[in-house]
């Protein structure tokens, strides 16, 4: 995988106390890429031992997304091209990122405008203070590539009420500001012109505490609106209840209403293994400490960067764009236990190590 990208692909500047890292590659919506990573992580490190660091702030450049995700196309053109290390180093990197930002003992404010998909999520969700944006379009849309909800999406989606999270990690279903705040994604709410203000206050203010940052954001906050999604929560509990994906898949099509059978048909769109593996990463990863969700989504990575799935579905929908994908297997039937069990299996030699981490 290709380490061109620069230091300008992310910027840093540390004023009054207050260090704000900018996710600097507007042109391709700030996607996050191996390069950045190592760029961020020693940089966040720095900072959390600093004492005259008091607060981090994260925003992503440009007016259009805080982060699309993952450089996922550039992962799959490695492993295309025989450089199965690149899957390694850029999950393993990135998952220990997250985890470091779940574990940072300093306030974490992300200001979120714009996309913010897949590891865009795992960029912001797991600090204290997720500060969303009027333009915000949050997703979760892995299954649609042959992976699942990884970047901590484990322990982020299973925080949400209800089968919401499910509901969100196999449809990849987007939402708006009042959706991501009703359901515990975002803890505040603003305007997009608002954005450089609140940034520039909480420079001027310098907040150490959660308490304290949460006091300058509160000046700014917006109310959140009527959340569409959580008025659907009813429905979503008892359609998206289902032991197995094709008992969901059995119950949208008996409920037969055009909601319905719009998620119905957008399921049959997705990764059949995806799909199996995502419900079982959801289910069976309830109570899980945030170290344990990593170890565990970093095998399903690697599972999945060995199969063909992902490559296909990066494919169809980033490289010919030809959204018709060829899944392998076809079809859910063909999705054995033993085959999702496989996807959950320890790797000798070379699971994920968070120890870095510790303390």
């Known amino acids: 995988m290709s380490e061109a990208l620069s ?14 890292i900018t996710l600097n590659r507007p042109k391709a919506l700030n996607a996050l890429s191996l390069a950045m990573i190592r ?17 981090v702030i994260l925003h992503g450049a440009g007016e259009r997304a805080f982060c699309a995700g993952g ?35 300093k306030p ?13 999520v795992g960029l912001s969700a797991h600090g204290p203070l997720r500060v969303v944006a009027n333009s915000l379009l ?39 500001a009042a959706d991501a705040c009703a359901i515990g994604f975002a803890t505040h709410h603003v305007k997009d012109d608002d954005l450089p203000a609140l940034r520039a206050a909480l420079i001027e203010a310098a907040p150490a505490t959660e308490g304290e940052a949460e006091a300058v954001i509160a000046r700014f906050d917006q109310p959140r609106g009527d959340s569409a999604l959580l008025a659907q929560r009813a429905q979503i509990d008892r359609l998206f209840a289902g032991d197995t994906v094709e008992a969901i898949l059995a119950a949208l099509e008996a409920e037969g209403s055009d909601w319905a059978m719009t998620q119905a048909e957008t399921l049959r769109h997705k990764s059949p293994t995806s ?11 309830k109570g899980l400490d945030i170290a344990a969700v990593f170890v565990r989504e970093y095998r399903l990575s690697q599972h999945c960067m060995a199969g063909p799935d992902f490559r296909e579905g990066i494919r169809a929908l980033l490289i010919d764009k ?22 959950f299996a320890p790797l000798p030699g070379r699971e994920l190590d968070l120890s870095v981490n510790a303390g």
């Not at 760029?39 to 607060?55: G, I």
């Not at 849309?141 to 509901?167: A, C, H, K, R, S």
Request: glycine share 12%.
């Open 7 to 20: 230091q300008e692909s992310v910027l840093f500047e540390t004023t009054n106390g207050v260090l704000t």
């Open 39 to 55: 760029v961020m992580d020693p940089v966040l490190r720095a900072a959390a031992v600093d004492s005259s660091v008091r607060c």
């Open 71 to 105: 450089d996922v196309r550039a992962v799959a053109q490695a492993i295309g091209g025989g450089d199965m290390a690149a899957a390694d180093a850029f999950f393993r990197e990135e998952y220990t990122l997250n985890h470091l930002l779940h574990t940072y003992p």
């Open 108 to 120: 974490i404010i992300a200001l979120i405008h714009g996309v913010c998909m897949g590891g865009g």
């Open 138 to 176: 949050f997703a979760m849309p892995e299954t649609g590539i042959g992976l699942f909800p990884d970047v901590g999406g484990t322990w982020v989606l299973n925080q949400m009420p209800g089968e919401i999270g499910l509901y969100l990690g196999l449809t990849g279903a987007r939402l708006g």
């Open 275 to 285: 799909l199996k593996i995502t419900l079982e990463q959801l289910r069976g990863g």
């Open 322 to 343: 030809d959204q018709s994908p060829k899944w392998s297997p076809a079809t859910l039937a063909e999705v054995t236990p033993a085959l999702v069990e496989s996807f």
